[in-house]
């Protein structure tokens, strides 16, 4: 990574898109393709007239944490001002936090600032309690609520 381009920022949606960098950037910037391991994507409704304006959509992708699950993207190779840039296109839904790709590199990457927002509730076990056992509690009671478990605290035993 030269001087001139420090940042590495993956990016999974419409950062990608070159008349989006155009307009940040004021033009499109170095990329590699490249992939998160442990994340999948799901929208996110946006509300910034602006954003919208940029993007064409007002719906963007955000990452979400899923075991065996990968999302495919790129790296953007950022100077200082195009990740200011970056910044400030990115609304308030979102928080830029380092990440380690599936490659190893560590980049810039925007996650959802609110991440229990998909959440339909949250459930806190008692990690005293033995793992088959929690599992088991845990989805009886998802199942008594019609709630779908994506995980258990033990890995679905």
Same mark, same amino acid.
Request: with cysteine; charged share 25%.
């Given at each position: 990574?030269?001087? #001139? /381009?420090? #940042?590495?920022?993956?990016?999974?949606?419409?950062?990608?898109?070159?008349?989006?960098? =155009?307009?940040?950037? &004021?033009?499109?910037?170095?990329?590699?393709? %490249?992939?998160?391991? &442990? #994340?999948?994507? /799901?929208?996110?409704?946006?509300?910034?007239?602006?954003?919208? %304006?940029?993007?064409?959509?007002?719906? #963007?992708?955000?990452?979400? +944490?899923?075991? &065996? %699950?990968?999302?495919?993207?790129?790296?953007?190779? @950022?100077?200082?001002?195009?990740?200011?840039?970056?910044?400030a296109y990115e609304v308030d839904d979102y928080v830029r936090r380092r990440v380690v790709?599936?490659?190893?590199?560590?980049?810039?990457?925007?996650?959802?600032?609110?991440?229990? /927002?998909? %959440?339909?509730?949250?459930?806190?076990?008692?990690?005293?309690?033995?793992? &088959? =056992?929690?599992?088991? +509690? @845990?989805?009886?009671?998802?199942?008594?609520?019609?709630?779908?478990?994506?995980?258990?605290?033990?890995?679905? /035993?």
């Amino acid at each position: 990574m030269s001087a #001139h /381009r420090p #940042h590495a920022l993956f990016s999974f949606g419409t950062l990608l898109d070159e008349r989006v960098q =155009k307009s940040l950037f &004021g033009e499109p910037v170095p990329s590699a393709p %490249a992939s998160l391991a &442990g #994340h999948t994507t /799901r929208p996110l409704p946006i509300t910034d007239p602006e954003v919208i %304006a940029t993007s064409g959509l007002d719906v #963007h992708l955000t990452l979400e +944490r899923r075991l &065996g %699950a990968e999302v495919r993207g790129a790296v953007l190779r @950022l100077t200082d001002e195009d990740l200011a840039a970056a910044d400030a296109y990115e609304v308030d839904d979102y928080v830029r936090r380092r990440v380690v790709l599936s490659s190893g590199e560590t980049a810039w990457a925007y996650l959802d600032a609110n991440p229990l /927002r998909p %959440a339909s509730c949250v459930v806190v076990v008692d990690p005293s309690e033995p793992e &088959g =056992k929690r599992g088991q +509690r @845990l989805r009886a009671w998802c199942a008594a609520r019609h709630v779908d478990c994506l995980a258990s605290a033990d890995g679905g /035993r």
